[in-house]
């Protein structure tokens, strides 16, 4: 079975600071994507990313793909405060979804 | 809003039970996916319809069931209830058949299994 591995599980961070969350994968796959997750609520999708070397940018948040690495990162630039949620990846191996642990990520103002 | 509405919202039911979720994709999404979500497990994919066809199989119990009917709309079937099946339920949509489009996720159901 496929195991994504997510990591910080938790991170806090100052507004206007930069970081980068990691996800893992134990087996080969171009397909992964990341999702935010606010308290109480359901998933809502950022993006989807299918090919190696993919790279793609919403606002502050921007995501990337090695394939060769089994690695993708999510990188937050200048955090705000609204960045405050849960963010997940999730790797697509023949049309099933195998999630990692997800990442808190706290902006302290 | 997604576009994917999911009933019930919240639903409490004994051990032993059988309880249907309910799932509307957006209009015009033709596949529609099912997940759980537990702090034990966290997120777990249970099973994907392609256009009233079973696609994909993830970490569904055989207690489990769903199906997708000709409007599109799914249903999630649960049966002999566990404590251990309380949890989130989600469905999600997409417009294609393969998982490279964007899903949407509908609110959840919150099941509580007493």
């Known amino acids: 079975e496929l195991k994504v591995e997510q990591n910080p599980l938790f991170l806090s961070m100052q507004e206007g600071k930069n970081y980068t969350i990691y996800c893992n994968y134990s087996t080969t796959s171009d397909r992964l994507y990341w999702y935010r997750q606010d308290p109480g609520k359901s998933l809502e999708s950022l993006f989807v990313?299918?090919?190696?070397?993919a790279v793609k940018q919403e606002g502050r948040l921007m995501a990337s793909l090695d394939t060769k690495a089994r690695l993708s990162t999510l990188h937050i630039t200048a955090a705000v405060h609204d960045l405050s949620a849960t963010y997940f990846c999730?790797?697509?191996?023949?049309?099933?979804?195998?999630f990692g642990t997800g990442t808190s990520l706290t902006v302290i103002p | 809003d997604s576009g994917v509405t999911q009933t019930p919202k919240h639903l409490i039911t004994a051990t032993g039970q059988r309880v249907t979720l309910r799932c509307s994709p957006r209009s015009g999404d033709l596949s529609v996916y099912w997940y759980q979500q537990s702090l034990d497990q966290g997120l777990q994919f249970l099973i994907q319809y392609y256009n009233g066809e079973e696609r994909a199989k993830g970490n569904i119990l055989e207690r489990f069931s769903a199906q997708q009917f000709p409007d599109l709309h799914s249903e999630l079937n649960l049966s002999s209830l566990e404590l251990g099946d309380s949890a989130l339920y989600f469905c999600a949509s997409s417009g294609g058949g393969g998982g490279q489009e964007t899903q949407y996720f509908g609110p959840g159901t919150r099941l509580l299994v007493l």
């Open positions: 999730a790797v697509d191996m023949g049309h099933q979804f195998y």
């Open positions: 990313l299918l090919s190696n070397g």
